[in-house]
């Protein structure tokens, strides 16, 4: 018994214009819109003073991993 399989053959598109609007949007709204606004809370909570203590700014850290982490693994397509 072989390994071989056939090519496949071409088929339908795996995202609607719709769904690349979407996407397009929600990568916006992180990168220029969420992101801006959770570093500033960051620096303001890192303005502050002792940061193993500062629950604000471990907080703020996780959040703005967490948006950054969403707009890495998007394609890159989705990137202006």
């Keep these: 018994m072989s390994r071989y399989r056939p090519p496949r053959t071409a088929g339908t598109a795996l ?34 003073g002792d940061r193993s203590e500062n629950a604000e700014y471990t907080y703020g850290k996780k959040c703005c991993a967490k948006s950054t982490a969403a707009c890495v693994f998007s394609p890159s397509a989705w990137k202006p």
Excluded at 15 to 24: D, K
Excluded at 27 to 43: A, G
């Design 15 to 48: 995202i609607t214009p719709e769904g690349e609007a979407r996407m397009r949007a929600e990568f916006h709204e992180l990168w220029h819109v969420r992101r801006p606004q959770v570093t500033q809370s960051v620096s303001e909570a890192a303005a502050q």
